[in-house]
């Protein structure tokens, strides 16, 4: 158990539809980073917060979104959904950025249960 | 554009060999290669490298970091069927420590 907990573990819904996965890091951990597993894809980064602000956006389609609330948890916002956004949605944490605002390299992230997305 | 590659793609083995998986990466501003194991879920972390010719260990487990090469080596010694996942290789790099995974090894341990 790595201390990042997800909800929901599967969801199933229809295309057209919105959907909000919620991540909650580690405790003490101030960075939440969104990731996509598709079988065909990988692991694709799609964005990172840090302490509540929007670091750094990777293959982030318009019709997603996200947001870090002041407890450190995340939610990332899923619409117009398509069947090819059938994925697993991770989050993952790491510690926390330096005091100069920039990102202590060596922290490792730790990833949570995941989310099944099923697009139908 | 940042890339890691992963070598091989897939492979089968028998309990008792030993594998060897590589991982190559292109990273602009590079910090710290990870590498990841995942079985039915979420991958679990392994061990990160940020200093190039120390090798990291953890039981029948170890890697090494060729920063001049840029590229990373994950040992296992032994293998036993609980070792059968995909492993994950993972370059971070700049300001935000976003990490640029590759796309797996699975590894299949035959009894």
């Known amino acids: 158990d790595s201390g990042v907990t997800q909800t929901p573990k599967h969801l199933i819904t229809a295309t057209g539809q919105r959907v909000t996965l919620r991540c909650s890091p580690r405790?003490?951990?101030?960075?939440v980073y969104w990731y996509q597993q598709s079988l065909d894809q990988g692991l694709q980064f799609l964005i990172q917060?840090?302490?509540?602000?929007?670091?750094a956006k990777g293959n982030i389609l318009e019709r997603f979104s996200a947001q870090q609330f002041p407890d450190l948890h995340s939610e990332l916002n899923l619409s117009s959904l398509e069947l090819g956004d059938s994925a697993l949605y991770f989050c993952?944490?790491?510690?926390?950025?330096?005091?100069?605002?920039?990102?202590?390299?060596?922290?490792?992230?730790?990833f949570g249960p995941g989310t099944r997305l099923t697009v139908l | 554009e940042d890339k890691v590659v992963q070598s091989p793609l897939s492979l089968v083995v028998h309990e008792g060999d030993t594998v060897t998986l590589n991982c190559s990466y292109e990273?602009?501003?590079?910090?710290?290669l990870l590498w990841y194991k995942q079985e039915k879920k979420a991958p679990t972390f392994l061990f990160m490298l940020?200093?190039?010719?120390i090798e990291k260990k953890s039981g029948r487990l170890s890697s090494i970091l060729d920063k001049k090469e840029l590229f990373s080596i994950l040992n296992i010694t032994a293998t036993q069927t609980g070792d059968s996942a995909i492993y994950l290789c993972?370059?971070?790099?700049?300001?935000?420590?976003?990490?640029?995974f590759g796309t797996g090894t699975l590894l299949a341990v035959q009894p």
């Open positions: 993952a944490s790491s510690v926390a950025v330096g005091t100069s605002g920039r990102a202590r390299g060596t922290d490792t992230q730790y």
């Open positions: 405790s003490g951990d101030l960075s």
């Open positions: 917060y840090y302490n509540g602000e929007e670091r």
């Open positions: 990273v602009t501003n590079f910090r710290s």
């Open positions: 940020t200093s190039s010719g």
């Open positions: 993972a370059a971070g790099g700049g300001a935000t420590n976003k990490l640029i």
